[in-house]
């Protein structure tokens, strides 16, 4: 949050370099990055909207521009971004960069805590559960997978890497 306002900033650890990445006035928060590309939560249009920013051609683009409806918990693959879309009961979104968008399944249980690493999603739900368990979606197979079922415990903010997940 500098200059009063909150952007989005890169440092290069090999080079020792700070770089600012966006320069709008409004928020722009959330963000996650992975290879040559960082997607974000942007309220420049006066709600919040997916953005992704490429550092190979140095050029960002909107994906998202559905502004009634509340996006959350972007994350990034390669060239697949996702994020959580909806104000009461949230929808899984995959974009692919050049491609196209689609909602993924299954739509309107409540979702917190999105992560992506190579073809597989982790996230915590509560459809069957006031506390939330961890979920797993298998972007290839189609295949859902409860990870997590401890009734009267709320299991959350999960992260993935290969075959292994952790959460709180």
């Known amino acids: 949050r500098r200059n009063g306002n909150w952007d989005i900033y890169l440092y290069d650890l090999g080079a020792g370099v700070e770089r600012q990445i966006t320069t709008d006035p409004a928020t722009q928060n959330s963000p996650a990055i992975s290879g040559n590309g960082i997607v974000w939560l942007d ?3 006066g709600t919040v ?3 992704y920013y490429d550092l190979t051609t140095n050029t960002e683009q909107r994906i998202t521009n559905n502004q009634l409806v509340l996006k959350s918990y972007p994350a990034i693959e390669g060239s697949s971004i996702v994020w959580l879309q909806g104000n009461f009961g949230h929808v899984i979104y995959l974009h692919t960069v050049g491609g196209s968008t689609q909602a993924l399944p299954p739509p309107g249980s409540t979702k917190y805590g999105l992560d992506i690493k190579g073809t597989r999603l982790v996230w915590q739900d509560y459809r ?24 009267g415990s709320g299991e959350g903010a999960p992260d993935i890497d290969g075959n292994l997940v952790v959460w709180e």
Do not use: A, K, M, W
Request: glycine share 6%; hydrophobic share 30%.
């Open 43 to 45: 309220e420049r249009h």
């Open 128 to 151: 069957f559960s006031l506390y939330g368990d961890i979920f797993s979606l298998d972007l290839i197979s189609g295949q859902e997978r409860q990870l997590t079922n401890t009734p």
């Open 49 to 51: 909207e997916v953005y």
